[in-house]
């Protein structure tokens, strides 16, 4: 009898393990952070492996409803410093590089 009381301790103590094992890989995926991409325009190509790019954006009044523009500036890694001014590119966020620098290009439309 106390075999099987065993026995069944064992298998319960089993399937709890495997059930937390695959909630530690679902909680592991979820954590994920999303990568934020933003579009814009080159408006420099000045600084050494860096770009500065424009981007636009519609915003609606909470009160009077009416959309207005927003623009930001955001300076982004250009290790190889292909960019040029006017260019079109899709920007990443990422890891700070530097005290303005958080985002990489990710391609030029």
Do not use: F
């Amino acid at each position: 009898m106390a075999t099987k009381d065993c026995l069944l301790k064992t298998d319960m103590l089993k399937t709890i393990n495997k059930n937390s094992q695959s909630s530690q890989k679902t909680s592991a995926v979820s954590r994920q952070k999303k990568v934020r991409l933003l579009r814009g325009r080159v408006i420099s190509d000045k600084m050494d492996k860096t770009i500065v790019v424009l981007v636009s954006r519609l915003k609606k009044h909470p009160r009077y409803q009416k959309r207005y523009k927003i623009d930001k500036k955001y300076k982004v890694d250009d290790e190889k410093n292909e960019y040029k001014t006017g260019d079109q590119v899709v920007i990443k966020e990422g890891r700070p590089m530097s005290k303005d620098k958080r985002w990489k290009v990710d391609k030029k439309i």
